[in-house]
């Protein structure tokens, strides 16, 4: 696409967000910067993520309102991993040869509907033009009570673990997707809700905000680069072994009767599948009950996994019956992908 005028496309994909102050923000899009104020005993927290064209998503498998969506759901995701509230977004497209206006207006509409979801503002970002690929870089900027805030580092041995929803579904439907690619035609209306969990996935801001205002929860993380990835993240950062049952991660009926049809081991997808966007985590093994009555009440899933048994990191993935094997420290890794 010739980028013959940068803010006139700019306004044209970013009008949605004019005349947004109020409750907060002081300056909103369309000047040099952002100015917001934080909610009363509240701070701030803040993230960015990047999307980018042949490493994170292909044309024939992403419609463009679906890349827009996806790639603010991720970043979103990151601020619910701590217990924190969204609020406002900033985007920098960096949009290449055979990306259509149309094409990147649709890219905005997938942001936009994103944004109503998760009751967030646009304030800001970048149009660029890139040689090779689509390149859409996502920051979000969030808050939490001060002090508060949800970290990786504080499993401790006797909490168990748990999970805030199904997992592989995402994987599994980007493998039907690929599976038909080049047919022009879509996977069984059977996988369509695994298609759904690859392109429009959702981040579970409710869930944590459940833990962290329950006061019980231990660590937490969100499942981007997949379930073993994040679970080594936990167990390095607090120090602790974690034992995950391989029987209680069958979550999703969808997942192994899709792998069945395929004929794929489904516990591959959900654990180094990734982009699932549930929240991992821990809590102590006496609250577990109570958290879970708390999450039913509010129509959330907790799932407990395994449990957090010593202070050697680790990750060991246990059948029943019979031994455990250590679950290996992979997932979705952007500079390992670059060099396959």
Same mark, same amino acid.
Request: some cysteine.
């Given at each position: ?7 006139? #496309? !700019? ?8 005349? /947004? ?5 002081? @300056?909103? !899009? ?6 917001? =104020?934080?909610? *009363?005993? #509240? ?7 990047? #999307?980018?064209? =042949? ?16 790639? %603010? @759901? ?20 960096? @949009? ?23 009751? #967030? ?8 033009? =890139?040689?090779?690929?689509?390149? %859409? ?30 997992? $592989? ?7 039907? %997707? ?14 369509? *809700? ?39 993240? !936990? ?42 966007? /549930?929240?991992? $985590? ?13 999450? /039913? ?11 957090? =048994? ?27 992908? %670059?060099?396959?």
């Amino acid at each position: 696409m010739a980028v013959a005028d940068e803010f006139a #496309m !700019i306004r044209r994909w970013t009008s949605r967000s004019a005349d /947004q102050e109020g409750a907060g923000l002081s @300056v909103g !899009i369309g000047d040099d910067a952002a100015v917001f =104020t934080v909610s *009363p005993g #509240m701070e701030v927290i803040a993230c960015c993520d990047a #999307m980018i064209e =042949t490493v994170h998503f292909l044309r024939e498998t992403m419609r463009p309102a679906d890349i827009g969506y996806k790639a %603010l @759901v991720s970043t979103i995701s990151d601020v619910a991993a701590m217990g924190g509230i969204p609020r406002y977004a900033l985007v920098t497209i960096g @949009v290449s040869p055979g990306w259509s206006e149309a094409d990147c207006a649709a890219v905005y509409d997938g942001i936009y509907e994103a944004l109503e979801r998760y009751q #967030m503002r646009l304030i800001g970002g970048d149009t660029v033009a =890139t040689p090779d690929a689509l390149h %859409l870089s996502v920051s979000v900027l969030g808050e939490v009570e001060q002090g508060k805030a949800l970290r990786r580092s504080a499993a401790r041995p006797g909490h168990v673990v748990f999970v805030t929803g199904p997992l $592989g579904e995402s994987a599994a439907g980007l493998h039907a %997707l690929l599976a038909n690619s080049g047919t022009g035609k879509e996977p069984g209306r059977e996988w369509l *809700p695994l298609v759904n969990a690859h392109r429009r996935p959702e981040a579970c801001v409710e869930a944590g905000r459940l833990l962290l205002l329950s006061g019980r929860a231990g660590a937490l993380n969100d499942i981007s680069d997949g379930l073993a990835s994040e679970l080594w993240e !936990i167990a390095e950062a607090s120090g602790v072994h974690m034992v995950i049952e391989e029987e209680r991660l069958r979550l999703s009926d969808r997942v192994f009767q899709y792998a069945a049809a395929v004929g794929c081991d489904p516990l591959t997808w959900i654990c180094y599948g990734g982009e699932d966007y /549930q929240l991992v $985590g821990t809590l102590p093994e006496e609250a577990a009950a109570e958290v879970g009555r708390l999450f /039913q009440e509010h129509g959330q899933q907790l799932h407990v996994i395994g449990r957090v =048994t010593g202070d050697q990191p680790g990750v060991t993935l246990r059948r029943h019956p019979g031994a455990g094997r250590s679950l290996d420290k992979a997932g979705y890794n952007h500079f390992s992908n %670059l060099a396959e």
